[in-house]
């Protein structure tokens, strides 16, 4: 045995705990009977016996067995040279031969600067530096294997290229970034690994990648060594047109899709489509509804289906449900040439307990606050992000642009952001701790959020964040340069709850609640503003939509016809979850999706047109959505006829635009020769009628217009008089 090795160090390295064996293992030099050798040492538990292999020459050099474990030495006269990697021969118990390359000869894959920005927590591009790497190092291909876990005591990588056994491949500790590194020859795509950690209390726990671009179908948890440089992309076009558009001044009609339920398809595992299949589909049911983005519910791998993706573990992995991370790049780019962006639910607030994920990750809190009153969600059993901890802000703004980065993606709508804004978020006195000031506000979330927002917008140029927040915190869609948290829009939660506690009541009813509906435009423009009926408002018992309207079956589509006619023309961009344009009648479940033979009647058939045209109308009239966000863009005419619940506004354009008129009836009585003031005189023609023969309507309405009539009244210098259809909304815009 070499002298200078102790037997506990070498059984250290032989049962896997040593914290270093790139300091054993690999080319070392040394000073061999009074002069300059080399050193190589490789640890092969199943090897019978070990040859080095010169790569010069081509010549075998036996190596001597150092201990039974299968740790292995041999000596070499000259000091190192380049290549810097070794060529090892083994032969094991079967007299099997297997021509390998040690792992411990490669430097670091880490530059100085890199390095130096993720001790500053300001490495933007972590997903190019960690988890499995693809790498060539002196022409021999292998992946570069790292991981972020301060506390361990030892980092092994397992998988099938080691039979999960990864005592021989032990990562390395990078100086003192509590990064452990390991460049693992001959491992190639394909293969499935893992990180096996070592606590500091000695426990072996083996561990998800945080930063895996793939993993294994759940429940199954591996993660696979994945290529995602290599799709060619055919979107410059659409990323061009993104680059140079304001998204303040664009129509937005967003369609709200679980990829696992939108569409079935047979023979599939529990029916899933793949990514390349749901492009297509999507694409041809975006155009023919008119809907100019879809928003994909999470797709982040998540273990548990019924999470609907919002309690992720791969935070950068597509699920592999539908497909490959190259099938996800093809959904993507088919979406943007043909003119369909695409945005998806991000969730940076929390993520779930199981243990191959972040919980506990090196057996310490790592990603999470160590007291619960912190670092657990009392709502959703999950564990809350450190937004106070550097390196754990870096992962997830990182996070962030990758899905931007490597998948073209068009915006993050981050979800549950009320959540991360309030320590006492759904806790009771005694169950959080105040800020550093004695507030309830999260000010290390609150920094986050802004860093975010900034990263994205400054790297990315005309791709949208959106918060899912919930209350009244001040300026959440304002630049941070000016307080706000930088977020592009809000989504507006209470519009959403006003409007639909309002068409709950029977019509004979909502006289009494006609400031629910007027009380949104009292703060429309303090925020940029979307308007959801997402997923959340049919879920939980609450219902369909159409469910949720009152009235005889005539009456209900009436009031989901005139829930959507009224909402397209409200100030703001739209968002409809799936099924919600079919007026399907079960409330949402992922294992069955949309009621699709419901298309079978003409009352739903109406439904899905109207949605159709209430998008194409926004799209083809910009003052519908031009000023979604300027109070010069909305008018009231008659917000005061309580008794007849009755709502007329104007929505106003730039400067040439034809106004567009909006009257609004909420009650199933019709109203003939209804005077409505109007700015300017002339013919408004009739573009929209919800109680249209085409929508299941009884086609009460002003076809083809109205002339004005030189009367003047609501404070106008003209008026018109209009037919107001039951449970309708009529939209007229100015000709002439």
Request: net charge negative; proline share 6%.
């Amino acid at each position: 045995m070499n002298s200078q090795l102790s037997l506990s160090t070498i059984q250290s390295l032989v049962d896997g705990s040593m914290e270093n064996p790139g300091s054993l293992l690999g080319r070392h030099p040394v000073n061999y009977q009074g002069r300059e050798a080399t050193t190589v040492r490789v640890l092969e538990p199943n090897a019978e016996s070990v040859w080095l292999i010169d790569s010069a020459s081509g010549l075998r050099r036996p190596m001597r067995r150092l201990h039974p474990g299968g740790f292995f030495e041999a000596i070499c006269d000259e000091p190192i040279h380049q290549p810097s990697t070794s060529r090892l021969q083994m032969i094991d118990k079967t007299g099997k031969k297997t021509e390998t390359t040690s792992p411990y000869s490669a430097p670091s894959i880490f530059t100085d600067l890199d390095r130096y920005l993720i001790g500053e927590g300001r490495h933007l591009q972590l997903y190019d530096r960690l988890g499995a790497q693809l790498r060539e190092v002196d022409g021999v291909h292998g992946v570069n294997f790292s991981v972020w876990a301060p506390n361990a005591r030892s980092v092994q990588v397992v998988g099938d290229f080691n039979g999960w056994d990864g005592r021989s491949h032990v990562a390395q500790p990078l100086d003192s970034s509590g990064i452990w590194e390991l460049f693992l020859p001959g491992a190639k795509v394909g293969q499935k690994y893992k990180f096996r950690i070592q606590t500091e209390h000695g426990h072996w726990m083996d561990k998800c990648d945080p930063l895996a671009f793939a993993a294994e179908l759940p429940p199954l948890t591996a993660n696979i060594i994945t290529d995602i440089n290599d799709y060619s992309w055919n979107d410059s076009e659409w990323l061009q047109r993104r680059s140079e558009a304001d998204p303040m001044h664009s129509p937005m009609n967003v369609y709200e899709v679980h990829l696992g339920s939108w569409q079935k398809g047979p023979g599939r595992t529990h029916g899933w489509l793949d990514y390349r299949d749901l492009a297509k589909r999507l694409v041809d049911y975006c155009h023919r509804m008119n809907f100019t983005h879809v928003e994909l519910m999470p797709i982040s791998e998540h273990p548990f289906t019924g999470s609907w993706g919002y309690q992720s573990v791969g935070y950068f992995a597509p699920t592999s449900r539908h497909g490959s991370p190259e099938d996800f790049m093809f959904f993507v780019d088919h979406m943007h040439q043909n003119g369909i962006g695409v945005l998806i639910d991000w969730v940076p607030a929390h993520f779930p307990k199981d243990d191959h994920g972040l919980r506990q990750f090196d057996g310490s809190a790592l990603y999470e606050h160590a007291d619960p009153r912190q670092g657990e969600h009392p709502d959703w059993g999950t564990m809350i992000f450190n937004f106070g901890r550097n390196e754990v802000k870096n992962f997830l703004i990182s996070n962030a642009l990758f899905w931007l980065d490597k998948y073209h993606i068009d915006g993050l709508r981050v979800d549950a952001v009320a959540s991360m804004l309030y320590l006492d978020y759904s806790r009771e006195d005694g169950q959080w701790i105040p800020n550093r000031y004695g507030g309830r506000e999260n000010l290390e979330a609150i920094d986050f959020l802004r860093e975010f927002n900034v990263a994205v917008h400054e790297n990315y140029p005309g791709v949208v964040t959106a918060a899912e927040e919930s209350t009244a915190w001040p300026g959440v869609s304002r630049p941070t340069y000016d307080g706000g948290l930088g977020f592009t829009y809000k989504w507006n939660m209470g519009w959403m709850n006003d409007t639909l506690r309002y068409m709950r009541n029977e019509p004979i009813h909502r006289k009494f609640h006609q400031n629910e509906l007027t009380f949104s435009l009292i703060y429309a423009f303090t925020e940029n503003f979307t308007l959801p009926l997402s997923h959340d408002e049919v879920v939980h018992g609450k219902g369909s939509l159409i469910s949720q309207m009152p009235g005889d079956m005539w009456q209900k589509f009436a009031n989901l016809r005139l829930l959507y006619s009224y909402m397209w023309t409200h100030p703001g961009k739209k968002l409809l979850f799936m099924g919600g344009e079919i007026a399907q009648w079960t409330e949402w479940n992922h294992d069955d999706g949309p009621q699709w033979e419901l298309l079978d009647f003409d009352t739903h058939r109406g439904v899905q047109q109207l949605v159709a045209d209430l998008n194409k109308i926004v799209i083809e009239n910009p003052s519908l959505h031009w000023n979604d966000f300027n109070g010069d863009g909305f008018e009231w005419v008659d917000a005061q006829n309580a008794e007849d619940s009755v709502l007329v506004y104007l929505r106003k354009g730039a400067e040439g635009d034809p106004p567009i008129l909006v009257c609004n009836n909420f009650t199933p009585v019709p109203r003939a020769n209804y005077r409505v003031g109007v700015p300017a005189k002339g013919f408004w023609k009739e573009i929209f009628n919800s109680d249209g023969e085409a929508y299941g309507g009884s086609n009460v309405g002003n076809y083809p217009g109205c002339q004005t009539t030189g009367i003047e009244h609501h404070a106008r210098p003209d008026s018109i008089e209009v037919t107001l259809p039951p449970l309708g909304t009529t939209i007229l815009r100015l000709e002439s």
